[in-house]
């Protein structure tokens, strides 16, 4: 399929790679085919809030905390494994893989699990969260200013709780406790 054949595409496409077993071992995911549907389906969600056609495309790494942690030291200085990495396309990019491909994702398997427990939601609830976060950070959208940080989380939230899932940045309350507060700390 040649690029121009993305372009006219009414869908976003999805490039998904998969070098780590444990995605594939998933409860939520039975197949490679599930996960890229399920982000399909929330690329279509920002879009849709957004107002952007959805014909675009976006490639997807879902991979280990060692190759994150490898990507992490080798892009942003940092020694350690994060839970998700966004790579917004430069414009001589976007000449050479057409016009349409707005950048990479890379998502470590033990970070999204451990923290989908640690803020008390479901895995699939929180892998979401984290496509929808950084396909708007592919968009140009950032939290390092406060404002910024409000426009994103609202946007997030939006698409989010459009989709049936709850407030990414809501806190769980027990008996007045906090459990978990989803705090920003993602790339």
Not at 8 to 33: G, R, T
Not at 134 to 143: A, K, N, R, T, W
Request: some cysteine; glycine content about 4%; hydrophobic content about 40%.
């Amino acid at each position: 399929m040649d690029s121009d054949s993305f372009c006219s595409s009414a869908f976003p496409v999805v490039e998904l790679s998969i070098d780590s077993p444990s995605w594939l071992c998933s409860v939520c995911f039975a197949n490679q085919h599930q996960i890229e549907l399920q982000i399909k389906l929330l690329a279509e969600a920002v879009a849709k809030r957004l107002k952007l056609k959805p014909n675009f495309r976006i490639s997807v790494l879902l991979s280990d905390d060692e190759r994150l942690r490898q990507l992490n030291k080798e892009f942003r200085g940092k020694d350690k494994p994060t839970n998700v990495l966004s790579f917004p396309s430069s414009s001589e990019l976007r000449a050479t893989m057409g016009g349409d491909f707005i950048g990479d994702i890379a998502l470590s398997y033990e970070r999204v699990s451990c923290e989908s427990i640690e803020f008390l939601k479901s895995f699939k609830e929180y892998f979401s969260h984290m496509i929808v976060h950084s396909i708007l950070h592919l968009f140009g959208y950032d939290h390092v200013l406060n404002e910024e940080a409000k426009l994103m989380e609202q946007l997030e939230s939006d698409i989010m709780i459009s989709l049936g899932f709850s407030c990414p940045y809501s806190s769980v309350k027990v008996d007045g406790a906090v459990l978990a507060d989803n705090i920003d700390n993602h790339a």
